[in-house]
């Protein structure tokens, strides 16, 4: 880091502590006080000796807090964090640019996030995801079921052919499965039917539990308690990374209903999409 032309040496292994990065930033800008600091570029790789998704997050978090508001860009030199940005989307961001003629470009093969804050534009999904093709597709705290039917309209709307039991799905038919870890929610859901649809006392972080409730998943919508809010943006990321390798190589969409996920999505853009 430059302060008036010094190159100071800064201790990644402790952020806030003494010699760490958020000191000797302060210092960076009370160097240069009156003005703020407005763009900082940092090579992710360089600073923690490794290219990990969650230690880049937290360092970019770290670096806009203690520069608000002066901090406009930050720029990030990582594979991991450019694959993420490629990733990541506002649910309604994503779908303006898939309904927008030659605004959408894929950025990658790899799963789509798209994260919404309240249940209208976590639902707003359900027409463009079926429409891709998804027809095995699973909610995660599916609560009375309410969102879960409407996957399973949209999907018999789309003509496809749907089995009560994911186990034994032939190659062509689809399927909807509920989770929630309250007994009354599951069976309130399967009160109101129909029977089409395979609800189940599954707790969404229990990996061994969804995988075998669900196999060869298209789609999974998560509505949980802890991440719907402004807090818990690293446990959603975490549940973010379990369910993708979890589900790999079929999963396609991860749908969150976050507030914390939807305004990371926000705040990061991969360098294609932003200059071109």
Known sequence: MGVGGVVEEVLPASLRAVGGLVGAVLRAQ?????????????????FHGHDMLLDGVRLVEELRDCLA???????????????????????QKFLHLRQTEGAWRECGPQCKVLAGVGVLPYRNTIKQVVADGCKRILEIGCADGASTRLLCT??????????????????????????????????????????????ALVDGWDTAALMQAAKGVDAIYIDVGG??????????????????????????????????????????????????
């Open 30 to 46: 009370g160097a240069v006080a009156p003005k703020s600091i407005a763009v900082v570029v940092m090579d992710v790789t360089t």
């Open 69 to 91: 508001p002066g901090l406009a860009t930050v720029i990030v030199k990582s594979r991991v964090m450019t694959r993420h940005a490629s990733q990541v989307w506002s649910s």
């Open 154 to 199: 949209a999907l018999q709307g789309a003509g496809v052919s749907l089995s009560p039991d994911a186990a034994v799905c032939g190659p062509d038919e689809g399927w909807v499965v509920g989770l929630d870890t309250g007994k009354r929610c599951v069976a309130n859901a399967q009160r109101q039917g129909p029977p089409v649809i395979q609800y």
């Open 227 to 276: 991440i719907s809010g402004t807090d818990g943006l690293f446990e959603a990321l975490a549940l973010l990374r379990l369910l993708e390798a979890a589900f790999r190589p079929t999963l396609r969409y991860l749908v969150f209903k976050s507030r914390c996920l939807a305004d990371h999505a926000g705040a990061y853009s991969h360098a294609d999409l932003v200059l071109r």
